[in-house]
C-alpha cells in the first residue's frame, strides 16, 4: 500500500505549481493584507511621495530586507524537507529555533520582530487548516516563528523546494508594500504593478542568491539591513491614526 503519512508532501499536497500560487497569492488569510511593510510610515515622514520613490523603495527593500527574508526562508525549507524526508521530526523546532534567533539578532526593531512573528504564527495557523494532512509537520516546527522562518517550514510542507521558498518571500516583500501604496496614495494601481514588474530581473537574481545559503550555517546567512525600516517601524507603532498595522 503506497505511504500516505502526512510528512509525505508529495503524496498529500497540491500539485507543486498549485502550491507556490497558493503561498504567493496575496490574498492568503494569513495577515499580510494588513502590512505595508513600512510604506504608510515613509509616507508620513515625506520619505516616499512618487511613483518614482515607491519603486526605488521597493527596490531597496528586495536587495535588503527581501534577501534576509528569502535566505532564511531557504533554509528553513531545507531543515524542514530534511526532516521530512529523514522521517524524525524531533529535532525540528531545535533547528528552526536557531535559525530564529539569528534572523531576531539581524531584526533591531522590536516592533518589526513582534510583526514577524505574529505573521508568521497567523501562517502556520492557517497552512495548518488549509492543509491539515500537513498538521504534524506544521506542530512539529513550533508556534511562535518570525514569518520567513514559517514559509520555510510551509513550502517544505507543500513539497516545494529552498528556491521556492525564497521566491514567495522576495515577492512577497516588494508586492505587499506596492498593495498598500495604492491605498496609501491613491496612486493607479497599474503603476505599482509597472514598478513591480520592473523588478522581475533582481528579484530572479537575489532569489537565486538566497537559495545558495540553504544549507549554509545560519551565523553566515545574510544580514543586509534597512535602518530606516527599523526607525519607521519604531515610529509607526506609536502613530496613532494609521490604516495598517505596519
Given amino acids: 500500500m503506497p505511504d500516505a503519512s502526512p510528512t509525505s508532501p508529495a503524496r498529500s499536497t497540491p500539485p507543486r505549481s498549485a502550491a507556490l500560487l497558493l503561498l504567493a497569492d496575496g490574498r492568503l488569510p494569513a495577515g499580510g493584507y494588513a502590512h505595508s511593510a513600512g510604506l504608510e510610515q515613509a509616507i508620513v ?18 536587495h535588503t530586507t527581501g534577501l534576509v527574508s528569502g535566505s532564511f526562508a531557504a533554509a528553513a525549507q531545507h531543515r524542514t524537507a ?9 529535532g525540528l523546532r531545535d533547528e528552526l529555533g536557531v535559525l530564529d534567533a539569528e534572523l531576531i539578532a539581524r531584526t533591531p526593531s522590536p516592533a518589526l520582530r513582534k510583526v514577524g512573528q505574529d505573521l508568521g504564527r497567523m501562517l502556520l495557523r492557517a497552512m495548518t487548516s488549509i492543509a491539515p494532512e500537513q498538521a504534524p509537520v506544521l506542530a512539529a516546527a513550533g508556534r511562535v516563528l518570525q514569518q520567513p522562518i514559517a514559509y520555510g517550514v510551509v513550502a517544505a510542507a507543500l513539497g516545494l523546494e529552498a528556491r521556492d521558498a525564497a521566491s514567495v518571500v522576495l515577492y512577497e516583500s516588494a508586492a505587499g508594500p506596492a498593495v498598500a501604496a495604492v491605498k496609501l496614495m491613491s496612486i493607479d494601481p497599474f503603476a505599482t504593478h509597472r514598478c513591480l514588474a520592473a523588478l522581475a530581473g533582481d528579484l530572479d537574481a537575489l532569489t537565486d542568491r538566497a537559495a545558495t545559503h540553504a544549507s549554509a550555517d545560519p551565523r553566515d546567512l545574510p544580514g543586509d539591513t534597512a535602518p530606516l525600516s527599523d526607525l519607521a517601524a519604531e515610529m509607526h507603532s506609536r502613530h496613532d491614526q494609521r490604516l495598517f498595522a505596519s
Avoid: K, M, P
Fill in 45 to 62: 515622514q515625506g520619505w516616499v511621495r512618487t511613483e518614482e520613490d515607491i519603486a526605488e523603495y521597493l527596490r531597496g527593500r528586495i
Fill in 82 to 90: 530534511a526532516a521530512i524526508a529523514g522521517g524524525d521530526l524531533d
